[in-house]
């Protein structure tokens, strides 16, 4: 069975300060991770992928498969980055965590 | 905006009803996916339809059931509703049928049972 865990719920940090949100799947196979993000009022888009290895408004991330982790990070963070993340693993499904709520905090 | 469509927008019924949910996909889309979204539990993903075919099945629960027609639209029935099936419904699309393609979601369907 695929699982993906977002252990923190609520994340708050200071404009400036880095993210870090912490993403860990339970998969046998060979994983696809994707992070998602919803905006306040907006729809849930695709943030990154991560066979794609790209920087999207600043966030990367990367698969560790000895950690199965997949980490998403952003070295300073900024208002407009306030919103809900969602970790999603691929298989025969999406598969989505629960959920961090960032709060970039002015 | 994603291209994907969702009706109704609100939806207030009572325990026991029956109601219908409505995604139509961006254009050229062959995949239609439904997800609810509650407090508790987080985005579930519930079914996904290709090309008319059921392509793979999540967490539905049987008084649930869901279709895709011939134009590509789906439709999602939640029959028997109880108090715990209020939550937000999501529909997403995607060009093919593989967990690899980006979802476009749509703005949801938020159900509300009194």
């Known amino acids: 069975a695929q699982r993906v865990t977002q252990p923190e719920k609520l994340l708050s940090v200071f404009k400036g300060a880095p993210v870090e949100l912490k993403c860990n799947y339970s998969?046998?196979?060979?994983?696809?991770l994707f992070w998602y993000v919803q905006y306040s009022r907006q729809r849930l888009q695709l943030l990154l992928r991560?066979?794609s290895r790209e920087s999207i408004k600043g966030f990367t991330a990367d698969l560790n498969k000895g950690e199965t982790s997949f980490h998403l990070k952003k070295p300073f963070a900024q208002e407009e980055d306030s919103a809900m993340y969602y970790c999603?693993?691929?298989?025969?499904?999406?598969?989505f965590g629960k959920g961090n709520q960032v709060v970039v905090i002015p | 905006d994603s291209g994907v469509t969702q009706t109704p927008k609100h939806l207030i019924t009572a325990t026991g009803q029956r109601v219908t949910l409505r995604c139509s996909p961006r254009?050229?889309?062959?995949?239609v996916y439904w997800y609810q979204q509650s407090l508790d539990q987080g985005l579930q993903f519930l079914i996904q339809?290709?090309?008319?075919?059921?392509?793979a099945k999540g967490n539905i629960l049987e008084r649930f059931s869901a279709q895709q027609f011939p134009d590509l639209h789906s439709e999602l029935n939640l029959s028997s509703l109880e108090l715990g099936d209020s939550a937000l419904y999501f529909c997403?699309?995607?060009?093919?049928?593989?967990?690899?393609?980006?979802?476009?979601f749509g703005p949801g369907t938020r159900l509300t049972v009194t």
């Open positions: 997403a699309s995607s060009a093919g049928g593989r967990g690899l393609d980006e979802q476009y």
């Open positions: 998969y046998s196979g060979s994983p696809e």
């Open positions: 991560h066979i």
């Open positions: 999603a693993l691929s298989a025969n499904r999406l598969a």
């Open positions: 254009s050229g889309d062959l995949s």
């Open positions: 339809y290709y090309n008319g075919e059921e392509r």
